[in-house]
């Protein structure tokens, strides 16, 4: 495996900044596709219109700016004292829609206040990563064992799970242990702590598979694709798009074919409309945002700022990567958003404060204004 230890560079070199301009620039460019798409699919519907939907999903990415530079701004010991107080708020968040029955599609995934509705599982896996950050910076030198580094973290990440499992909401459920998992083993935990609950995971997911009818025409649905299905609907309309696409708003499919075009399968819309210039520009993109977020992995030097930064490029790119696998056809259907384009207002807002957090941290470092020595001293 890579190692992800900073190379220690000089605080004087502005490689943080540079690279933190390209970042802005791929986030922003994504953010400005899911603001045309938002126009071209839900645009066409009666009940909408071209500059209702500007209105609406510019309000979305101003909310979004707003907590992008709040992110940015606040102190990171600040984010470090309020990350785990932040996280279990969160999980009891998740917990409303069940506790209030607030069920949407026969699931109890949504709170509403007034007129407004929103995810908990949205910021619940923002303050997870945080807590996570917290939690593996404090292990220290102990985080390769199994009392200090592994047991807090997958403690957590099942908390999380567990509470998701009951709204239900399977597909967030096993983001939130991968994203878990594969942070603690970037940080250090011992990869073979992870083998005998990975073996009960499987178990739970066969058992679930046989007990829920749901799951299981999941499973069946994505190893038999039918045309008639959500994932088999997407694909006609990636294919269709041919070369070139059909042109910007003159794609069909997304009117009444394709469930969820403007969230989950809005990556079908793009295709059918931009052809494979905008299918390679959004896998360009989400690349390009991994590869920049890797460079400040490697030169952050304090571990806090370190997970952090590492946390919200692996929560962003495998949320990408599950979007994308699930419309061609590689993964279960599952209600994952694509960040920055699909119109969903948490997610998006969400995912701006992840990147203004990474900028800070990024910055933070660069500064030499902050060390988790005292939380690592900690017993």
Known sequence: MTSL?????????PSHLRELDWLMLVT???????????????????????????????????????????????????????????????????????????????AHRWIRIGTMQFQPVEPARFFLVLGLAWLLARAGNGVASFRRGFLPAM???????????LQPDNGNALIVLGLTSVLAVVAGVRFFHFAPFAVLAIGGLAVAAMRLPYVWERITGFLHT?????????????????????????GW?????????????????????????????????????????????????DPFLRYVVCGYSLMICMQAAANLLVVSGKAP?????????????????????????????ARTDRAGTFSTAAVARIP
């Open 28 to 106: 922003m460019s994504l953010c400005c596709l899911g603001l045309v798409m938002a126009v071209s699919v839900l645009g066409a519907q009666p009940n909408y219109g071209p500059m209702a939907v500007m209105k609406s999903q510019g309000s979305k990415l101003l909310a979004g700016l707003v907590m992008f530079f709040v992110a940015a701004a606040v102190p990171m010991s600040v984010v470090r004292r309020l990350a785990l107080p932040a996280f279990f708020t969160a999980v009891l968040c998740c917990l409303l829609p069940w506790l209030l029955g607030m069920k949407v599609n026969g």
């Open 333 to 361: 259907a599952k209600g994952i958003d694509l960040p920055f384009v699909s119109t969903g207002g948490t997610s998006l807002m969400f995912c701006l404060a992840a990147v203004g957090l990474i900028g800070n941290a």
């Open 253 to 301: 499919m997304k009117m009444g074919y394709v469930p969820e075009a403007h969230n989950d399968f809005v990556f079908a819309v793009i295709a059918e409309e931009l052809g494979y210039p905008g299918t390679l520009f959004v896998l360009v993109a989400f690349t390009a945002f991994g590869a920049v977020c890797y460079r400040l992995i490697t030169k952050v030097r």
């Open 226 to 250: 039918r045309p008639d299905s959500q994932v088999g609907l997407g694909l006609i309309a990636v294919g269709s798009g041919g070369t070139f696409g059909r042109g910007i708003g003159q």
């Open 155 to 165: 403690g957590c990440a099942l908390l999380l799970a567990a509470v998701l499992a």
């Open 5 to 13: 230890a900073p190379s220690h560079p000089d605080r004087s070199s």
